[in-house]
Antibody, heavy 116, light 110 residues
């Protein structure tokens, strides 16, 4: 069974970088699929942030592209998100998920608050 | 960039009733790349339907998806208490790889 687990800080200061890591078990991230980050501000809808492919190529939401970087560590079967220059509007639940045409396996999500 | 609009925003129904949720795309998309997710309070989304009409593993057959082009529908034939949740449609574009979600439809108990 494929499982994903997000980890990272629960609080980030404005203007700093939000770092999150997703640890995958049950499937090698270099074997196939895309591996993505999706966020959800409290009480709002889902927003795709970006994804990394099994070969390491990345794609990003155009609205966040200037501030986002996704990378991977295949030896640990992890992929990571860095979101720069955060503001209060980046406060959200952050999910990692496995994607092809559809996101079929999701992590439980982690709530990140941007506040001083 | 393809935009997905879902309607209605909220659907108030009773258990046992039929729910019909709509997802409309700003331009024609391949049915292969249209999915539906269910999200309950405090939980991560769960994949219900992919390829517009194929149920994901373990999804009951009261859930069905249909549609093509720009208009897609998720139907819940008889609402069970556990079906009251928010539903999102999601589409995928291959080149460059991008994913988009609709704004969601909340199915609430009447």
């Amino acid at each position: 069974q494929v499982q994903l687990q997000e980890s990272g800080p629960v609080l980030v200061r404005p203007s700093e970088t939000l770092p999150l890591t997703c640890t995958v078990s049950g499937y090698s991230i270099s074997s196939g699929y895309f591996w993505g980050w999706i966020r959800q501000p409290p009480g709002k809808g889902l927003e795709w942030i970006g994804s990394i492919s099994e070969r390491g190529s990345t794609s990003y939401n155009s609205s966040l592209k200037s501030r986002v970087a996704i990378s991977r560590d295949t030896s640990r079967n992890q992929f990571s998100l860095k979101l720069n220059s955060v503001t209060a509007t980046d406060t959200a639940f952050y999910y990692c998920a496995r994607g092809g045409a559809a996101f079929d396996f999701w992590g439980h999500g982690t709530m990140v608050t941007v506040s001083s | 960039e393809i935009v997905l609009w879902q309607s209605p925003g909220t659907l108030s129904l009773s258990p046992g009733e039929r729910a019909t949720l709509s997802c409309r795309a700003s331009q024609s998309i391949s049915s292969k790349y249209l999915a539906w997710h269910q999200q309950k309070p405090g939980q991560a989304p769960r994949l219900l339907i992919y390829g517009a009409s194929t149920r994901a593993t373990g999804i009951p057959d009261r859930f069905s998806g249909s549609g093509s082009g720009t208009d897609f529908t998720l139907t819940i034939s008889r609402l069970e208490p556990e079906d009251f949740a928010v539903y999102y449609c999601q589409q995928y574009v291959t080149s460059p790889p991008t994913w988009t979600f609709g704004q969601g439809t909340k199915v609430e108990i009447k």
